[in-house]
């Protein structure tokens, strides 16, 4: 089995349903706040794509991520998103987006993920990856992109859907 490939096919579907469960988005439905403490979907869709960025370029390349670099101020973000430690749900509830541009970041972050992976061979996905800072100890790489990289596309797709579904609009596109 090629589990760099099998990695590749799961991370680029879940990119896939992910963007067709967002395909049809409004600006006022990304923008709207739900009650409680559940954060817009753009931003939850917004957070989706940069944690990936990160983790792939800053965590697993350690390189500087796209939004940093080749995507710096044309990421479609108002402001970028506070660090780990600072509430999430304030910044979420006052990012401005534009969505035109943040699916073409989205877009750069999946190629980038996919060029990624497909670098990999079998031998780099037993590196250990140092997860403690997230209380996660020490990962094999394997482990971090099919239970972080992917779990997270998959779970933040999720919450998209249901905050479709809670406008009136149909959430997964199946």
């Known amino acids: ?29 990304a923008r709207w706040s739900p009650p409680g403490r559940a954060n817009p979907l753009g931003a ?32 479609g973000l108002s402001e970028p998103p506070p660090p780990p430690d600072q509430d999430f749900g304030d910044w979420a509830r006052r990012v401005q ?39 996660l100890g020490k990962q094999s790489l394997a482990w971090v992109l099919g239970n972080i990289v992917l779990w997270h596309i998959n779970a933040h797709c999720g919450e998209v859907s249901c905050l479709k579904g809670l406008q009136g609009a149909r959430g997964y596109p199946f």
């Open 44 to 75: 939850t869709y917004a957070h989706a794509i940069l944690a990936e960025d990160m983790l792939i370029n800053g965590l697993l390349r350690g390189s500087a991520p796209l939004v940093a670099t080749s995507f710096a101020a044309k990421a």
């Open 97 to 135: 987006m534009d969505l035109t541009a943040l699916r073409q970041y989205a877009q750069a972050v999946y190629g980038n993920t996919t060029d990624y992976i497909r670098s990999l061979s079998e031998d780099d996905l037993n590196r250990t990856i140092d997860m403690t800072s997230m209380g």
């Open 1 to 29: 089995m090629d589990v760099p490939c099998v990695l590749r096919e799961q991370i680029e579907g879940a990119h896939e349903i992910l963007e067709d469960t967002m395909a049809d988005v409004t600006p006022e439905q």
